[in-house]
């Protein structure tokens, strides 16, 4: 079975700059997140969606950053405009139900701001 | 909110020696599951606590969630290099059914 994409693979911006990230969970998964990790730090829940609905969104900087899911498949990410506090990888993970199940990874987008 | 502890954050052993990582949360858990990343890679998911002092193996390794499900453990035995990365344990809460991420524990191997 195919695992989960994401692209791109790495991305290096300047501050003030706008940048999207893109995702495809594993077929059939309903349940996709978005996570933020911090190098040294554990992945941290930006949004999670059931389908195409936002399921939980409290930690996402709605500020900046604004995510979506087009017809319950694939999903963009997007921060407008990045801060430096920004770099960090971003994970996608899909799930065939919720968070009681295990969560399949993508390899993240490396991002960079300067 | 609910946070998740880990320790050590790092821990070196020389290879064929055994690690141990413990995970602590703030809160009771729904259950409790063990990802690994690799360096430079994405996390992993390695196994599932559901059940009040379960222990479940896999070959060389030895999870274990507590009896009050708030903390858990990972046990490697004799480690290979293999089992470089860093080990993370994320919790599910009662209720919000939201899963936490720990802080980690990379493991590095000594030949």
């Known amino acids: 079975e195919a695992g989960v994409a994401q692209s791109p693979r790495y991305k290096i911006i300047e501050k003030r700059q706008s940048v999207a990230f893109w995702c495809n969970p594993i077929s059939g998964h309903a349940t996709l997140y978005w996570y933020q990790q911090i190098l040294g730090q554990g992945p941290k829940l930006l949004i999670q969606f059931q389908n195409n609905g936002v399921v939980d969104d409290s930690q996402l900087p709605k500020d900046r950053f604004s995510a979506e899911r087009l017809k319950g498949v694939d999903s963009t990410l997007k921060i407008q405009p990045a801060k430096l506090e920004d770099s960090a990888v971003y994970l996608c993970?899909?799930?065939?139900?919720?968070?009681?199940?295990?969560?399949?990874f993508g390899s993240g987008t490396q991002l960079s701001v300067l | 909110g609910q946070q998740v502890m880990q320790i050590p954050q790092y821990q070196h052993v020389q290879e064929g020696e055994d690690f141990t990582t413990y995970c602590n949360s703030s809160?009771?858990?729904?259950?409790i599951q063990w990802y690994k990343q690799r360096p430079g890679g994405h996390p992993v998911f390695l196994i599932q606590l559901v059940k009040s002092g379960e222990v479940k193996k896999q070959k060389r390794l030895t999870f274990q969630f507590g009896e009050a499900k708030k903390n858990s453990s990972l046990h490697i035995t004799a480690t290979q290099t293999t089992d470089v990365g860093t080990y993370f344990c994320a919790g599910l809460g009662f209720g919000n059914e939201k899963l936490t991420f720990g802080t980690g524990t990379r493991l590095t191997i000594i030949p």
């Open positions: 809160t009771t858990l729904s259950n």
């Open positions: 993970a899909s799930s065939r139900k919720g968070q009681a199940e295990k969560l399949f």
